[in-house]
């Protein structure tokens, strides 16, 4: 492997400043190796880069004699490239030489395109990669090179591209566009506050990412830093705030605001490889979220869903699909509904006040009709899953198997935190902390749960059945075993030798955050001795003021950093109140 250390920078007074964005690196083609040992082949699968203060070093494999490295620049100014990546330990980005990806050949630096145009050669425009914006002072009869000569709207600089390229947009209010090219990028300039993309047409999408079909997918496009509103939620229509099918490979949200859509905030069919990043979705008439056919490879990254009509995330079918630190709150359906998805994770997310028709549960995982296909390998770890006066239930798994739950926070359920029915099966429910509610865990499925390590918050621990499915059959639970608990520890004691199976070290603290400003984020710290970077944390917030959402994780040795992030419009001072955090331990 070759180590490539990249560093870009943007245009700006009185010196260039680092870029913010990414760079996707993807090979040309197909490649076969076969060395001693070692017979495979490796496809021509992208993968992103992103940038840390305009840097970030890559490794990748040195190219062939028939391939090159295609490099995306995903920043304002940036370029896609062809280079060749020698066989050396490390090189520098910039000293990679770019190659015509039909001959390998190296390619002549461009001449400037004033000599060609003294020269009597600019028949042509040079090609744009990139144009701008301005809803202001821009117009559709410019050419888009400059904000001087910007288009006035966004579908005009998008069919300006038809190599791909980047939009950059200026702040105003812009119509919405439909994308169809590969490799093109809208970006603003100003971002999402000041850049916004609106209709009153009930029946119009606000942004549409649109392939020509199942077999020629739209590729490498995406839209980052816009406010995409529609007509309202009550409104009846039928529009979109982003719709997306027939994309593929490395489609990017980020940093947008979808919201008062007739139907759902974002959706996306017949669609795979994509990234949902700090994007939020609120008052929608359908989904926050909703992923349906194919639904492959894709992330949600501290996205938020709030206060939909129907569902905060639904995904219909799919495969490897992972919520990382996602947040779903007060939507009338479930938080997240997952319907025969395979392979999904919920890794440090937030759930609360789901549920809001008085039946759906903050996490549903279940079947297509039928058992023909189940939601199966599901993985809930390290979540905060809180109810209200009407929502039901945590999380229900419902013709779902290989369901693995542990880590997790359950509060203020009305009926039960978990329920599993008699169509589940190969569940695993760990280490987790219950609080509040009627029943903590119903088991319908017998003999298919195993729930050998949970703890419940605040009981004197001496009962075993506590921790275990009420249904469950003491015989098939106890094999020859006995339990016993300390203060902070589940142990279980066979003929042989005594094992520890869950530990956890908990602490409590007041903290008086100070007021966070719109957009923004506080962080305090809860000392914890014994926490280590990178265990897993259930946390009991306090109430807290709607528009705040809260994440915990340990810092540092011995200290759990509290942050509170403000995702309103206007400064928010939430009152000191009490915090409660368990470090788990298996």
């Known amino acids: 492997m070759v180590a490539v250390h990249i560093d870009l920078r943007t245009p700006a007074t009185p010196e260039p400043v680092p870029a913010v964005g990414s760079v996707l690196w993807q090979p040309t083609r197909r490649r076969h190796i076969d060395t001693p040992g070692s017979d495979h082949v490796v496809t021509p699968a992208a993968f992103v880069a992103r940038l840390v203060d305009g840097t970030v070093t890559v490794d990748v494999d040195p190219t062939g004699a028939d391939w090159c490295w295609q490099v995306a620049e995903r920043v304002p100014y940036g370029a896609i490239r062809h280079v060749v990546v020698p066989d050396v330990e490390s090189v520098e980005y910039g000293a990679l030489v770019d190659v015509d990806p039909a001959t390998f050949e190296p390619t002549a630096e461009p001449e400037a395109a004033w000599f060609l145009a003294l020269e009597g050669k600019a028949d042509t425009p040079p090609l744009r990669r990139q144009v701008y914006v301005d809803a202001t002072a821009g117009s559709d009869a410019h050419d888009g090179r400059s904000l001087a ?6 579908q005009a600089a998008v069919d300006a591209l038809p190599e791909g390229g980047t939009v950059l947009v200026a702040d105003g209010t812009y119509a919405p566009f439909t994308v169809t090219t590969s490799g093109v990028h809208v970006e603003s300039i100003g971002g999402r506050r000041e850049t916004i993309i609106a209709t009153t047409d009930l029946a119009e999408n606000g942004v549409t990412f649109l392939g020509a079909s199942s077999l020629s997918t739209l590729v490498q496009v995406g839209i ?95 495969t490897t699909v992972l919520f990382q630190n996602a947040d779903a709150e007060s939507n009338t359906g479930a938080g997240f509904d997952l319907r025969y998805v395979v392979a999904a994770t919920l890794l440090g997310c937030h759930m609360e006040k789901n549920g809001q028709d008085g039946s759906s549960p903050n996490i549903y995982l279940h079947y297509r009709a039928g058992l023909s296909e189940k939601a199966s390998s599901t993985n809930v770890t390290g979540c905060l899953i809180q109810g209200s006066a009407v929502t039901q239930r945590g999380l229900v798994i419902d013709g779902a198997s290989r369901t693995t739950i542990q880590g997790n926070w359950f509060a203020g359920h009305v009926v039960d935190h978990v329920q599993t029915t008699t169509s589940a099966d ?92 719109a957009g923004g984020s506080a962080d305090l710290t809860i000392i914890i001795a014994g926490a280590v970077v990178g265990d897993r944390i259930a946390f009991g917030p ?41 470090v788990l331990k298996a």
């Open 224 to 318: 980052r830093g816009f406010t995409i509103v529609g007509p309202g939620k009550a409104s009846g229509g039928t529009g979109v705030g982003i719709h997306i099918k027939w994309a593929s490979v490395d489609l990017t949200v980020e940093d947008c605001w979808v919201t008062s859509w007739g139907s759902h905030g974002v959706a996306a069919e017949d669609s795979y490889s994509m990234s949902f990043v700090r994007t939020l979705a609120d008052q929608n008439g359908g989904d926050g979220f909703h992923g349906a056919t194919n639904f492959n490879n894709v992330t949600f990254d501290r996205t938020i869903s709030i206060l939909n009509n129907g569902r905060g995330y639904a995904i219909v079918g799919g």
């Open 426 to 517: 190969r569940t695993w429910i760990g280490p987790c902390t219950y609080s509040g509610a009627a029943a903590e865990i119903t088991d319908l499925s017998f003999t298919t749960v195993r729930m050998d390590y949970d703890y419940t918050a605040g009981s004197a621990r001496t009962d075993v059945l506590r921790y275990v499915p009420r249904a469950l059959n003491p015989a098939i639970l106890t094999r020859g075993q006995t339990w016993f608990a300390t203060t902070d520890q589940l142990k279980v004691r066979d003929t042989t030798r005594v094992r520890t199976v869950f530990s956890g070290v908990e602490g409590t603290a007041t903290l008086d955050f100070p007021s966070i400003a």
């Open 149 to 154: 000569q910007a288009f006035a709207t966004i």
């Open 542 to 582: 306090p109430v807290l003021p709607a528009g705040l959402i809260p994440q915990v994780y340990v810092s540092n040795p011995d200290t759990v950093t509290v942050r509170l992030t403000n995702v309103t419009g206007a400064a928010i001072d939430p009152a000191s109140s009490g915090w409660k955090v368990a």
